[in-house]
């Protein structure tokens, strides 16, 4: 297994946001009506929506909160559209960003994301400009006492198409997206109980950044996520390790 993973600064990344963002339900209403409207409200049918969620109650969200978000996507009840849009643009340093939006305002969605890009001295780009950089993929992590010779033979005898450790020291999964779950369950029935997993967006040509890059990186991040329209953003940067370390003793 390497020793080096690319999803550790993502994960970095999320931990950050999720302990600071007060947006988070509403995000997750969005994908949830999102998803039920684009695969249908059966969980069995529709492995985003399953995920989803799973996700929305991992985050502490009333059961009854999650029914009627897939009622509005499944049509029952009121409440708005929403469009699902990609937008594609470079950081400082040629650093790429994809910004994934759930609107219902596609023209002020748009506005917001280049300003933000403008003030923090990226670009917003063209469709297609970084896209091809990025692959969509399914990750799941185990703690760090798992068996991990155990683990790596199940999970590729399962699907996987990578077993690696991380940073952390934790072993990470890495899937084709539409296997994910299947992947996940499967181990599951195994026994190999999973400590986090989820569907993002990787890119296996990364930018090595220093500190002050990386800084000046997190707070374009950080600003687009406080959109309201913004669900998630995908760099291709690595972070300093030590980066993470220093700003949370600050």
């Known amino acids: 297994m390497a020793g080096h993973s690319k999803w550790a600064n993502i994960k970095h990344r999320k931990a950050a946001q999720d302990a600071k963002r007060g947006k988070i339900f509403t995000k997750l209403i969005r994908e949830l009506v999102v998803a039920t409207k684009t695969g249908g409200p059966n969980l069995e049918d529709n492995p985003r929506l399953r995920a989803a969620v799973e996700k929305a109650l991992g985050a502490n969200m009333r059961r009854d909160t999650v029914d009627k978000a897939i009622f509005r996507g499944a049509g029952v009840g009121e409440g708005d559209n929403y469009d699902e849009l990609t937008y594609e643009g470079y950081a400082p340093n040629g650093v790429a960003i994809l910004v994934k939006c759930m609107t219902d305002n596609r023209n002020r969605t748009v506005g917001e994301v280049r300003h933000v890009f403008s003030k923090r001295g990226g670009n917003l780009g063209t469709d297609g400009s970084v896209a091809h950089l990025f692959r969509r993929v ?106 993470w370390v220093q700003n949370s003793n600050n």
């Not at 991040?221 to 406080?226: F, M």
């Open 138 to 243: 399914g990750i799941i992590s185990y703690p760090k006492d798992i068996d991990e010779e155990a683990i790596f033979d199940a999970a590729l005898e399962a699907g996987a198409n990578d077993v690696r450790l991380n940073e952390e020291g934790m072993v990470d999964l890495e899937t084709d997206f539409e296997k994910f779950l299947i992947v996940r369950d499967r181990l599951s029935d195994l026994g190999f109980i999973h400590k986090d997993s989820e569907v993002t967006m990787v890119a296996d040509q990364q930018i090595q950044l220093d500190r002050v890059v990386a800084g000046k990186l997190i707070t374009l991040v950080d600003d687009l996520e406080e959109l309201d329209d913004v669900q998630n953003v995908y760099t291709n940067a690595r972070i300093p390790s030590d980066f």
